[in-house]
């Protein structure tokens, strides 16, 4: 049982929970709590720390098991982790690596085009609510947050697990590159034409979303086939990019339920 914080497993776990660069070199990222290990694909685990408290959860265990794993003391275990109240499980995963073409897979695939999101709830729950809406994947400008930043991982709620992610260089380069594959690109702006549930959404759709507090930059929302808006009451202006992102993820779903 690991029984000090001066273990160099421990001191290389907290540096991949603190690190992009660390996780980026080592290729890995962590996942803490029950859910995310029980639902973690096999292919993708590395490693299991398993906190003394948890040793008696058989549910767990008995996957456990069945790779690499070491019991911490709880102490130790506390100090390992990003979250203020453990779990009691912590699982050391193998990032995955997607191609362009993993996200274009469907015939009219409904993405999400992310530009520069800063917030990792945000970027977490867009992953999690595409999930839900039947996204086809996710893309995000190399100005965006780290998807492998814990907090992000804990906001997708086990859904970074099965939506394929794309890092691009930009919205200009990516519009590019889907060029000729009858895809729409259409930007949530404040200057949007057209309220969202006024357009359809049932070919190949792209929805960009910008910075939380900037919104989308005049190249990516000049790339956009059409500006969108979503009519505000009140004095407000906008909404958490996260929640524009799921009413217009909603709305692509239900039109395509029709």
Known sequence: MISSAQNTQVKNIIKLNQKAKARREQGLFIAEGRKMF??????????IYVAESMLEDEEVMKKVRRFSWDAVENGVF?????????????????????????????????????????????????????EGAGVSGVF??????????????????????????????????????????????????LQGKNSYDRESYEDGTAFLIGNEGKGLTDQAADA???????????????????MAAGILMYEAARQRRG
């Open 78 to 130: 506390r100090q390992m982790c990003d979250t203020q109240t453990p779990q009691g499980i912590l699982t050391v995963l193998r990032q995955p690596s997607y191609e362009l073409e993993d996200l274009l897979k469907e015939e009219k695939p409904l993405l999400m085009v992310l530009e520069d999101l800063q917030d990792p709830g945000n970027a977490g729950t867009i992953i999690r609510t595409g």
């Open 140 to 189: 995000l400008t190399k100005t965006c947050v780290d998807i492998t930043n814990p907090k992000v991982i804990r906001a997708t709620m086990g859904s970074v697990y099965r939506i394929p992610f794309f890092y691009v260089e930009d919205v200009v380069s990516l519009k590019q590159k889907l060029q000729g594959r009858g895809i729409r690109f259409l930007a949530a702006h």
């Open 224 to 242: 956009a086939d059409c500006l969108i808006r979503i009519p505000m009451c009140g004095q407000v202006e906008s909404l958490n990019a996260a």
């Open 38 to 47: 029980l639902e973690a694909p096999d292919d993708w685990i590395e490693k």
